[in-house]
């Protein structure tokens, strides 16, 4: 069983650019959840995606949106990065939308 | 909103030391809990996890949670740590038919051998 794998590992990205981070979910997972660890703290959700839909948002603005496709890998993308955007982005399936999330290694950005 | 606080930030403990690290949330109705670990260079993974029943949750590697309800706490114990154990422990909670996962911000936690 092939367990969440994101990518890339790493990324550096200027101010106002935008980033696209992929995730691919767990086999017979058809639900991807999305959250950022900034530094020394937790990690906060960032939205769900369940069946190619959203399924629920944290307290995060609209140029952070997110796509999931039909073999249920999932996309997070940000448009007009902030500094404080830097923080480890992780990924996380799980079997339906109230299942035990696994999570993948996380994709670290750095906004300069 | 909910909201779940981790009294420690940085625990340090010799091997053999007994554990506990306390958590409590802030969601009056019934919730589900968790505590997740994050050992250096690994993925964040499950250790254990309280949805209903019996308050004393049992999880891998020899670590166990007691839901007080009285008291909206969910402290982590061990009563002997390994060097092993050095990691991030994080604990956590969501209301059970909601699909995000409310995190601590986490305890760091230092064995010494």
């Known amino acids: 069983e092939t367990g969440v794998t994101q990518s890339p590992t790493h990324l550096i990205k200027t101010r106002g650019q935008q980033v696209t981070l992929r995730c691919s979910s767990q086999?017979?997972?058809?639900?991807v959840s999305w959250y950022q660890q900034a530094l020394g703290q937790g990690p906060q959700f960032i939205f769900q995606y369940y069946r190619e839909e959203e399924n629920g948002r944290g307290n995060f603005p609209p140029r952070f949106s997110g796509l999931q496709f039909p073999n249920y890998s999932s996309e997070l993308n940000v448009n007009a990065l902030e500094l404080d955007d830097s923080a480890l982005y992780l990924c996380a399936s799980s079997r339906d939308s109230l299942g035990e999330q696994y999570f993948g290694p996380g994709t670290r950005l750095t906004v300069t | 909103a909910q909201s779940v606080s981790q009294h420690n930030h940085h625990v340090i403990l010799s091997e053999a030391a007994s554990l506990e690290l306390g958590c409590n949330y802030s969601y009056g109705g019934t919730v589900n809990l968790f505590w997740y670990v994050q050992y250096p260079g690994q993925h964040l993974q499950l250790l254990l996890k309280y949805f209903s029943g019996d308050p004393l949750v049992k999880g891998i590697k020899g670590f166990e949670a007691e839901f007080i309800k009285s008291k909206f706490s969910f402290n982590l114990r061990k009563p002997s740590v390994q060097w092993s154990d050095t990691a991030e422990y994080f604990c956590a909670v969501n209301e059970p038919r909601d699909d995000k996962i409310i995190f601590g911000k986490g305890t760091r936690l230092h064995i010494l051998p």
């Open positions: 086999s017979g997972h058809n639900t």
